[in-house]
């Protein structure tokens, strides 16, 4: 176990000492301060759309957008966006050892095969994990800094108004859960990165996945209405929930218990196809 | 015995990579595993090292089933399997600390010590993409020493080098096992490598063993030795030895004379040259594996 946790460790170096993996944290570094700059500047357009079919019932006076209404709206790129990052890193960290020949190094140590995929896979969860949270506090953080602060407005299916307060912690939590759900995608990347000995097939497999089961998934034809339980798409929306009132535990609990199904399934094939795996490069 | 093979076999598709492969290599030995290109060398090494999977055959570390030992012996053991593909975009130390820390840690002295021993001490920080093909491989030894193993075994250590580098390595092999007290298994096609550096070896040819043994024996049993022998009158020198039953060949190359004869042989060979008022000033012995082993590899494809 001591083992696992050091080659977690010494993966993790391997995946921060390569410069793909800042291309996700350089994005996010650029685009969401850049982002929040033109809201202060230029104002919030959505937030017309958000209350128009409202504007009969109440009269809203002043502004609603802050901060924390735009970092909300920005979670919307978890669905088809950010997995790109996830993929970029995820699909990469078998496939390069394969490409690089390392595996001949590692694997001739004292440590087994099963050690070495479950540090992998530790150290890509441990790479999504930072790279959600670091949207999140960078949305949030400079959200509240250079638009401002205040109650969270959310228009679904009606208004919640959440306090700054309220509403910070469900962020967390939001943001807690979309990393387990890019997780899901990350261990589809990792497994067919367990595949091949390229980097570049893992990425395209995986966007080819999720952009098929994501059309699926909107297509409203009943036939597909059989299926649609079974692609993990359709779990993607969970890190919405926390910002319903109240709270939908069950369905929240529901859908990650299905996403973690979801992950133990490409985590498994993948430990199945390294074992039997040759090392021939 | 520290390694020995039993019927070791590996199959891709409907070929036998290697077949039925008896090995064995005793403490002490520096073992050259020397073949042609694909004869199974690689393959070989791969089972022992547990990158691939033998389809048939056991093989044994130290006496014991390497399937009871499990992946602890390979603290034991110290490998370059091929090139030396390393983390381009970390420094040797790095990667000599990484593959430390997978064998239990290695403190940062010895990983000095190793870089020391293989003359990379002045570039241990940088990144080993800056690194030379013969840099890499010193490496590869370095990262194959690390951790003080029992048995090393490298793949074609001295691929792609310059003589200089070569002769660096071939030189690092034989103080480790000289000075070092380790038992080396060598893969080599480098016939002159073998030669030069194995106390035993054994060939191998479409995945077969041919033969193994003592370098010397072996050529001693089948009467390959080949001395050198400068005189002052090649040519008629020739002409003195030229009835002597127990010479198989001999060649005039320049102003030395080659002989082909039984290591015994070679002080009356000596003493019918003085007799016959040559002077003699230098007689070398040389070995001739090319020969030994050419005979041998065409004998099994004969086969």
């Known amino acids: 176990m001591i083992l696992i946790f050091k080659a977690t460790g010494l993966e993790l170096i391997k ?16 685009l969401v301060p850049l982002i929040m700059g033109l809201v202060r500047r230029y104002g919030f357009g959505l937030e017309y759309e958000a209350t128009r079919s409202l504007g009969n019932s109440f009269e809203f006076i002043g502004s609603l957008a802050n901060g924390l209404l735009v970092s909300y709206y920005l979670m919307n790129v978890l669905w088809v966006h950010f997995p790109f990052f996830i993929m970029l890193v995820a699909g990469d960290v078998m496939a390069s050892e394969g490409a690089a020949g390392t595996y001949r ?24 994990l930072a790279i959600v949270l670091f949207l999140g506090i960078c949305s949030i953080g400079l959200g509240m800094l250079i638009v401002g602060g205040g109650d969270l407005f959310v228009f679904d299916k009606g208004i919640l108004i959440l306090s700054q307060s309220d509403a910070l912690w469900r962020f967390l939590l939001a943001y807690l859960i979309a990393a387990w759900v890019q997780m899901t995608v990350a261990s589809l990347a990792f497994m067919f990165s367990t595949w091949t000995s390229n980097s570049v097939g893992p990425i395209i497999g995986t966007y080819a996945v999720i952009m098929v089961s994501l059309i699926m998934a909107a297509l409203k034809i009943g036939a597909l209405e059989k299926i649609r339980p079974y692609l993990f798409v359709s779990y993607f929306d969970v890190f919405f929930m926390p910002f319903c009132d109240p709270i939908p535990w069950g369905d929240i609990g529901a859908s990650l218990l299905k996403l973690t199904a979801f992950i133990a399934l490409f985590f498994g094939l993948s430990v199945i196809s390294f074992m039997r795996k040759d090392i021939c490069t | 015995m520290v390694l020995r093979t ?11 990579a290697v077949a039925d492969l008896n090995l064995a290599v005793e403490s002490g030995q520096i073992f050259g595993f020397l073949g042609p290109n694909g004869a199974g060398k690689s393959t070989t090494i791969r089972m022992l090292l547990a990158l691939i999977k033998p389809s048939r055959g056991t ?32 420094s040797a130390e790095r990667n000599l600390k990484m593959l430390g820390e997978l064998s239990g840690g290695v403190s940062s002295q010895r990983i000095d010590e190793v870089l020391e021993i293989v003359k990379l001490q002045d570039r241990a920080s940088d990144k080993v993409k800056n690194y030379s093909h013969g840099m890499r491989q010193r490496l590869g030894i370095a990262q194959a020493i690390l951790c003080d193993p029992e048995l090393i075994i490298l793949d074609e250590p001295t691929t792609g080098l310059d003589p200089v580098g070569i002769k660096e390595i071939r030189d690092l092999i034989v103080s480790l096992a000289h000075d070092f007290g380790k038992t080396i298994f060598l893969s080599s096609h480098l016939l002159h490598e073998v030669e030069q550096v194995c ?40 002409t003195v030895l030229a009835d002597e039953p127990r010479i198989r060949q001999i060649t005039l190359t320049e102003n030395t004379l080659k002989v082909q004869a039984a290591v015994e042989a070679r002080p009356d060979l000596v003493e019918r040259l003085v007799q016959n008022g040559l002077k003699v000033s230098a007689v070398i012995p040389r070995t001739s594996l090319e020969d030994y082993y050419l005979s041998l590899v065409q004998h099994s494809d004969g086969q």
Do not use: C
Request: proline fraction near 2%; avoid cysteine.
């Open chain 2, 6 to 16: 039993v019927n070791l076999s590996k199959r891709f598709g409907n070929r036998w």
């Open chain 2, 199 to 238: 106390s035993h070896m054994a060939i191998i040819d479409n995945g077969k063993l041919v033969v193994q043994g003592a370098v010397h024996d072996l050529l001693k049993a089948t009467d390959y030795f080949v001395t050198e022998i400068a005189v002052d009158d090649p040519e008629r020198a020739r």
């Open chain 1, 15 to 30: 995946i921060f000492s390569k410069w793909r993996t800042y291309i996700g944290f350089a994005t996010i570094t650029v």
């Open chain 2, 59 to 90: 093989y044994e570390f130290f006496d014991q089933d390497a399937r009871q030992l499990g992946i602890g012996v390979y603290r034991k053991i110290g490998a370059l399997v091929e090139k030396p593909d390393f983390y381009l975009y970390l």
């Open chain 1, 105 to 128: 190094l590692w694997l001739t140590r004292p440590i087994n095969r099963l050690q070495v995929v479950t540090s992998k896979f530790l150290a890509t969860f441990g790479y999504t």
